[in-house]
Each structure stands twice: as C-alpha cells, then as structure tokens.
C-alpha cells in the first residue's frame, strides 16, 4: 500500500450496496459522510438505480464517484429491473442471477482502479451478499468491509438451530422461523443460498462494519463481535438530514405535496402516517384488514398504500380498499399510491404516530422525530427490530397470527388505539420514544462514530499492510 494511507492524507474507499434503496440511501449517506471529510468514495450500483438516488450534497459531491456497472439480461426479469423494487415476487432468484453477473465489470473495475497507485482504494465496503465484491478485493490485496444487518438480527438469525443455540431461535415465531430456514435454500436460478452468499462474503473481509451503536441495541450488540468471530465497528445510525425528504421517487417540492397540504390542516398530534414499505407488499386481504382496522379505531390517518402482492391496482388505489371505504373515512384519513416525501411527513406536527413494517431506515427516520410506533414487521429483520423496539417500549406491535403472521382488523384497531388514543398507553409510548430520539437525533454522537470507523479503517489497513493484525476494540461511543 502506498503512503497515501498516512494518518493525514485521504483514504479511498468504494461503497458496493445491495440493490435495493433500503441499503443504496443509507450507504449514499456514508458515502457523502466520508466524502465531506475529505476522503474519496467510489459508489457502485447499476445506471437506472444511480439515476434514481437523491442528488449528492453540494459539499461530498466532489469526491464522490457514482460508479454505474451495466445489470446483465436475464431471460425472464422485466427491462430495467435493477433494484428489488423492480421486480415481482416469483422473479427475485432472476434478480439474484442477474446481480452475480455484475462479478465481471466489477472486476474491471478493480483491476482498472489497482493498476495505478493513484487511485487504488485502501477499502472496499461491501453488503453481506457480495462474496463476488470480497473475491475481487482479495485478489488485489484491497481489505473489505462487511456491511451487516442489525445486532438484533445477528444474535437470533444463527445457522440451523443447535442444542445450544435452540433457545434463541426459540424467541421468534413460527412464521419468522420458517422464514429463516429459506435463508438456506438455493435461489433457484441462481444456484447459492442466501447463507452461504453471507458466509462467503464473511470469509474474505477483514471487518464487519454495522450501521447501529451500542445506544440503539445495547442487549445485542455487544454480542455481535463474538457470534461472527470478527472485529465489528459501529457506523453509527446514519440518520438522514430532518430537513426533509432526501429520498429516491420525488422531483416535486416535497412542501407542496399533497399530503402535506393534507397534514397542515389536521390538529396536531392527531394522524397516524401508516406506511409498510414498497419491498415486500402484503396480500390484498390482509390489504382490506387494515383498512378496516384503521377505519375501526376513528383515528385520523395518511396512508402511504403500496400495490398488494399479486394485484393488478388503478391509479387511485380504490381497488385495493374495501368497497365505500374512501367515502365512509373521507374527513378521517387519507390514501396515496403515488410516491410520498416521508421525511417531510413524518416531520409534520400533525402526525402523532408511525404504523411502520420496521425496516431499520423506517424506524430510524420515525424515532428521529419522536414518533411511537405501531408496528407491523413483514419481513427479514422488521420482527427482531420491532420486539426491540417494544421492549424499549417506543411502541406496540399488532397482534399476529403465531403460525402464518396473519393479522385482523380488531388487532391493527387496538394497537392504534393505545398508542394513539389510549391517554396512560399513549403517554408510555411517547416517553420511550423520546428515549430512542435521544440516541438517533444526537448529531454529535452519530458524526463522531464516523470519524472513529475512519480512524479504524486507518490503523486497521495499517496492521494489515505491515503483516500485524488490529486488536483495538471497537469504539463504544456513550
């Protein structure tokens, strides 16, 4: 390695996420952060998912280059289907296909990047998946980074439960564990399972880096060091800026969004903004369920409604409702299909609650304002954060069906209702939301766990290119 990794000088970094914008936006974040500090980030991703990110900060934007790596065609997966949002349900292993043929570009694109010590990286970051990103890196002696999923995660998703790990299997429903066994599955057309895709990349990288802090999750995260036999470094949470609306869909001005119009004329405190993601969209019955739910509790609500798994939808979305339910709710909630300027939403004075799926970017973006949770997990890491999350008492999850995760109108009412309306619920839900928008709006603390992973990936490199290895703990920011 050059003298280029001196402590002064700038490091060069390149950023692979996974193709979906839950990981793309929180990693374009660490991007600018590392950017704004002066180092060099190469971000790589695919040309229609790079047109689609938020505009670079003015001040990062100099040093960092979006690198596009063109999605390879596979027979079967729609034109231009390059983030997961892209692609139906019954083609995601096509999705998979197609994303290990990015290994070939990317590979140019390291052997390009290492041919000249100007440019070569003394980092690759990669996400969990990309065992292909950690091969290339190995082979031109670049050390990788592992992106990881949350510690609550980690500490219960083990390989197939033993004698001695039973237990904390044990603590997720049958529902979620039958889910879990999946991870071991081939992808079909792909031909790997999502576990040794994890175990793959896990071998080759040198460190785990996770966007979370001992603050967020302190019961899991001091484990995870051990559970992975690897040194991990906290990222802190990645918050985005509160000023509004930084997300991927959205050219008009969030502030005269219809939905904001909407907000400014509700009381304060009295909607509660529902929103399950667009990843992994709930059947059209369970659809009707929470419409019925919502329409039940008299609450006033801003629904952010996604296309339902296997239905074809119209523009307004009312085939997806329940028949008279836009009229019979009509001075009590709201329903848009089109994209919404969440931040911008959850900033309002009027919302007063976050019926959430629980993705981490989600929780994080809700907490940021204070917002208890009714919360409504539906896949990957959505359970184990939201049983976090309840334990910290930020919220309360909809009762579920233990064997299939179903759920009924009278469970989404009642759990809207005590956080929402319930005086003595409501009050326990605000009081522990405030406690995690302590942890996740501490601006000072998120930026300095980020000054500390440049300060680990520095001595890190340097152990490593002096043949030594890094002992130093992972920092531990109070």
């Not at 695919?46 to 040093?63: D, I, K, M």
């Not at 592992?146 to 083990?158: C, G, K, S």
């Not at 999946?182 to 992808?187: G, I, N, R, S």
Request: glycine share 8%; charged share 20%.
């Amino acid at each position: 390695m050059d003298g280029s990794g001196s402590s002064s000088s700038p490091l060069r970094v390149v950023v692979v996420p996974w193709l979906a914008f839950g990981h793309m936006l929180p990693y374009l974040e660490l991007a600018e952060r590392l950017a704004s500090r002066g180092h060099r980030v190469s971000y790589v991703s695919t040309p229609r998912n790079l047109a689609r990110l938020p505009p670079l900060r003015p001040a990062a934007a100099p040093r960092v280059d979006l690198v596009a790596l063109p999605l390879p065609r596979v027979d079967g997966l729609p034109d231009g289907a390059e983030s997961t949002n892209d692609v139906p349900d019954d083609q995601r292993e096509l999705h998979w296909k197609a994303f290990d043929g990015l290994a070939a570009p990317f590979a140019e694109f390291m052997a390009a990047a290492c041919a000249d010590d100007g440019t070569r990286p003394q980092w690759v970051i990669a996400d969990c998946f990309h065992h292909w990103v950690a091969a290339s890196a190995v082979e031109h002696k670049v050390p990788c980074a592992m992106l990881l999923p949350t510690a609550a995660v980690i500490a219960v998703a083990q390989p197939p439960p033993t004698e001695q790990s039973g237990a904390v299997a044990e603590t997720r429903p049958r529902y979620e564990q039958e889910e879990l066994a999946t991870m071991y599955d081939d992808q079909g057309a792909s031909g790997m399972s999502l576990a040794q895709r994890w175990q793959l990349t896990k071998d080759r990288c040198a460190l785990g880096v996770i966007r979370s802090c001992v603050e967020w999750e302190p019961e899991s995260f001091p484990l995870v060091p051990t559970i992975l036999d690897m040194p991990v470094v906290p990222l802190g949470l990645l918050p985005p800026s509160p000023d509004g609306g930084r997300r991927a869909g959205g050219t008009n001005g969030s502030a005269e969004h219809a939905t904001v119009r909407w907000l400014d004329e509700q009381p304060p405190g009295s909607v509660v903004y529902v929103a399950l993601g667009s990843e992994v969209p709930l059947p059209l019955e369970q659809v009707l369920e929470l419409a019925l739910g919502l329409e039940l509790t008299g609450t006033r609500f801003l629904w952010a409604l996604r296309k339902p798994s296997g239905a074809a939808v119209l523009d307004d979305g009312a085939d997806m409702l329940p028949p008279g339910f836009q009229e019979r709710t009509r001075g009590q909630g709201l329903v848009t299909t089109g994209w919404v300027p969440q931040m911008s939403i959850l900033a309002h004075a009027a919302v007063g609650g976050f019926l959430t799926h629980c993705g981490r970017n989600s929780l994080i973006e809700g907490l940021l304002f204070g917002h208890p949770l009714v919360m409504l997990p539906i896949f990957g890491d959505q359970g184990p954060n939201a049983r976090q999350m309840e334990a910290k008492m930020a919220g309360l999850q909809v009762a579920r069906d233990e064997s299939d995760g179903s759920f009924d109108r009278h469970g989404i009412a009642s759990a809207v209702r005590a956080v929402m309306v319930d005086g003595e619920a409501r009050r326990r839900f605000v009081a522990g939301a405030a406690k995690m928008q302590r942890v996740v709006a501490n601006s000072e603390r998120q930026e300095r766990y980020i000054d500390e992973f440049v300060q680990r990936l520095r001595s890190h490199g340097a152990a490593i290119a002096t043949g030594g290895k890094d002992t130093t703990a992972a920092p531990t920011t109070s």
